[in-house]
């Protein structure tokens, strides 16, 4: 993969470089693991949704609740 630059302010730099020596990365792979965490928080959030759309149709969530025991109560929301 071919190396690029982003300018940021140094500020930012500073807490980015820090971020990543406390977990024992470089900054490059430090922002490599930053970007697949966000993307995989942003295709949960989307799954997330889907689920609470499906759930919200009428008879699925009590087919849910009969065939796999149900949500623990606190996490049933208003779609």
Do not use: C, W
């Amino acid at each position: 993969m071919e190396d690029t630059s982003v300018k940021i302010d140094t500020a930012t730099r500073d807490r980015f470089k820090a971020l990543a020596a406390e977990r024992g990365l470089t900054m490059r792979d430090y922002l490599a693991e930053l970007a697949e965490k966000e993307e995989h928080a942003k295709l949960l959030d989307s799954a997330t949704a889907a689920f609470r759309r499906a759930i919200a149709e009428p008879g699925v969530a009590e087919a849910f609740d009969r065939d796999f025991g149900g949500l623990p109560q606190n996490t049933r929301r208003a779609a």
